[in-house]
């Protein structure tokens, strides 16, 4: 499979919300039976209009995904663009960035998108204060947690819902102080819920018509293309499928930028009339600004709305960022917000290790994440129950060996640990050095089974036998799963 674009490994993710409502549906998907645990991204919707939040805490880069999507993006279609755009997002070299919803919303406010008007508040005489300060009809407060599902959830404060509306500011104060300091519980969150220690007070604004606009890289045309459709607030791919005419795209050159022609173009084609489309037409260059600001590999505006005052509103939008451009956008990337994820994913990734913890107790050393899924499927086959997905990837180093096995028996639940190496770009003597290393300053306790294939094999092999250390030896992954298994069962 051949990969020559960052873009298309998927950057890092965000979401923001800006919108009244956040009722929805939860629909989890997952890319391996054995991995449900690790596949939380979510998507919901509200019956009138979808609303967007997924925290990613990273998922699984399934090869034949990857190349479903690869050729979904090679086609020249605009459905199987749209089509394949999810996909994409779903393939990552990289742990997910994580951004608050009011940090998303001040990148856009920064590069001129017009979004709704609010203040973030620590506090809840803070909040009181900002509701005052907005002077507006009605008014949203939102707890700040990465998890979607903020409108069902409820706090063990009592209060139910982290998403309300009210027209008067002082009910603002006496919510956030039910809100913050307080856990809040959703069907994202885990079971004790998440600590809310911010919230955001915005304008609420009505939407009298949605649409849909999206900015995002496309292989067959060797760089940006603007797609947008007068069918927003909805499912796009649905709409790509069932009315492929009322999807617009309009290719960007890269070098030129969005011009003006094309900008009117899609405005009108979105269904903007009048002073509108002028309008709309100035908040698709400033999205394309904030696309090229921001190093995005995909800013969607789901819905692009008008409101009954006549203005062009982002109510709605998820942006993708490079995470290749990550030392230019170091203000950005210093955002990440890692209160809410696993320490040790959050450990894992300072050594570029992609890790997931599961439920089981033999732990997975593996390189590439097909293998890895492989793996962890062949262990339960034979009984077992894998207690991580651990990907090294392709140039590891000696000390991530090292940091990979200090993560590993940091979790209290793991009985053995299964390292099934393939060395096609990975030298094994390298993984070999590292695992005696490892062995010998971690004082390892638990049964080690290793397998080994591929490049400098039999040096890695030497390496281990004369290593003195009770390290089991297997001859494939087959071999591997039931030693390891057993070593359990023995224990």
């Known amino acids: 499979m051949l990969i020559t674009h960052s873009w298309v490994m998927a950057g890092l993710q965000c979401l923001i919300l800006t919108s009244k409502d956040e009722s929805f549906t939860t629909q989890p998907w997952v890319c391996n ?3 449900q645990k690790s596949a939380n991204a979510h998507y919901h919707s509200s019956d009138t209009c979808p609303r967007y939040r997924t925290y990613f805490r990273f998922n699984m880069a399934a090869s034949m995904a990857c190349q479903a999507a690869v050729r979904g993006l090679r086609a020249a279609s605009t459905k199987q663009l749209l089509v394949s ?8 070299s990289r742990r997910w960035l994580n951004l608050q919803e009011y940090q998303s919303k001040k990148l856009m406010q920064d590069s001129g998108v017009t979004v709704q008007r609010f203040f973030v508040a620590d506090t809840a005489s803070e909040a009181l204060e900002a509701a005052k300060r907005l002077k507006a009809k009605e008014i949203v407060l939102k707890a700040q947690i990465l998890a979607g599902g903020r409108g069902k959830g409820v706090f063990d404060s009592g209060l139910k819902g982290g998403v309300h509306l009210t027209k ?15 856990s809040l519980t959703t069907k994202q969150t885990p079971k004790e819920g998440v600590k809310v220690n911010t919230v955001m007070v915005a304008e609420a604004l009505d939407i009298s018509r949605e649409t849909y606009f999206a900015i995002l890289m496309d292989r067959s045309c060797n760089g940006p293309v603007m797609v947008g459709s007068p069918q927003g607030g909805v499912d796009i791919e649905e709409v790509a499928a069932t009315t492929p005419e009322l999807i617009f795209k309009e290719v960007i050159d890269i070098f030129e930028g969005v011009r003006d022609d094309q900008a009117l173009r899609m405005a009108a084609n979105l269904g903007f009339k009048g002073p509108l489309e002028r309008q709309a037409a100035d908040q698709i260059k400033r999205l394309y600004d904030l696309f090229l600001k ?8 789901n819905p692009l709305g008008e409101t009954p005052e006549g203005q062009v509103v982002c109510f709605d939008a998820k942006i993708n ?3 290749n451009a990550e030392f230019r956008q170091k203000a950005v990337f210093a955002m990440d917000d890692t209160a809410e994820s696993d320490p040790l994913e959050t450990e894992a990734a300072k050594y570029d290790l992609k890790y ?8 997975c050393f593996v390189n590439g994440a097909g293998l890895a899924m492989a793996t962890c499927d062949i262990i339960d086959l034979h009984g077992g129950k894998p207690a991580n997905f651990l990907d090294l990837g392709g140039g590891v180093k000696e000390n991530q060996v090292y940091a990979a096995f200090k993560l590993l028996t940091a979790d209290p639940k793991v009985e053995a640990i299964l390292v099934n190496i393939f060395g096609g770009i ?4 390298i993984i070999a050095n590292g695992i005696t290393k490892a062995c010998r300053e971690l004082e390892l306790k638990v049964p080690l089974v290793v397998r080994l294939e591929g490049t400098n094999v039999q040096e890695a092999k030497r390496i281990l036998s004369e290593s003195g250390l009770p390290i089991t030896s297997a001859i494939d992954l087959d071999d591997a799963a039931k030693k390891a298994v057993a070593a359990i069962g023995r224990k």
């Open 321 to 323: 960022f490079d995470d």
């Open 85 to 92: 755009r999810n996909q994409l997002g779903r393939v990552s």
């Open 294 to 301: 921001v190093d995005a590999t995909q800013v969607e505006v």
């Open 356 to 363: 997931i913890g599961l439920d089981g107790n033999i732990a």
């Open 33 to 35: 039976s054995t991995l």
């Open 168 to 182: 008067d500011p002082a009910v603002v104060g006496e919510l956030a102080g039910k809100m913050l300091g307080f």
């Open 426 to 429: 990975v030298n094994c003597a």
